[in-house]
C-alpha cells in the first residue's frame, strides 16, 4: 500500500520561489523512482523533475537550473525546490512514486492529491 501526502503549493511572485514536500506512507513496497509531475489548465500532465533510489535525478528542460530535486530516505519523504518561477510555472503538482518490477516484471505508479501553485506576476 502507498499513500503520498503534498505540502507546500501557494501563490508565490514570479522570480520567487517554494518548496514542495511529499511524504509517502509505504508499506511493504520497494520503490525505484520518486518524482514530480504537474498539470496546468487545458493541459496533459507533465513530468517535472524525478530522483531514483539510487540518488541520480531528471529534469524536464523547462525547469533545468531552477528547480532541484532531494530526498530524506529516513523520513520518506522528497522535495522540489522552485526558484526563480515564472508564470507558466502556474499547474498543479503531483509527487509520484514508481515502483520496482515485480516477479511478473510489472511496476505500478501512485500519486500524490496534488497540490497548487499559482505564480503571478
Known amino acids: 500500500q502507498v499513500d503520498l501526502v503534498e505540502s507546500g503549493g501557494g501563490l508565490v511572485q514570479g522570480g520567487g520561489s517554494l518548496r514542495l514536500s511529499c511524504r509517502a506512507k509505504?508499506?511493504?513496497?520497494?520503490?525505484?523512482?520518486y518524482g514530480w509531475y504537474r498539470q496546468a489548465p487545458g493541459s496533459q500532465r507533465e513530468f517535472v523533475a524525478g530522483?531514483?533510489?539510487?540518488?541520480?535525478?531528471d529534469y524536464a528542460d523547462s525547469v533545468k537550473g531552477r528547480f532541484t530535486i532531494s530526498r530524506d530516505s529516513a523520513q520518506n519523504m522528497w522535495y522540489l525546490q522552485m526558484n526563480s518561477l515564472k508564470l507558466e510555472d502556474t499547474a498543479v503538482y503531483y509527487c509520484?512514486?514508481?515502483?520496482?518490477?515485480?516477479?511478473?516484471?510489472?511496476?505500478?505508479?501512485?500519486w500524490g492529491q496534488g497540490t497548487q501553485v499559482t505564480v503571478s506576476s
Open positions: 530522483i531514483s533510489n539510487t540518488g541520480d535525478t
Open positions: 509520484h512514486v514508481r515502483t520496482d518490477q515485480d516477479s511478473w516484471f510489472r511496476s505500478f505508479d501512485y
Open positions: 509505504i508499506e511493504s513496497i520497494k520503490i525505484n523512482t
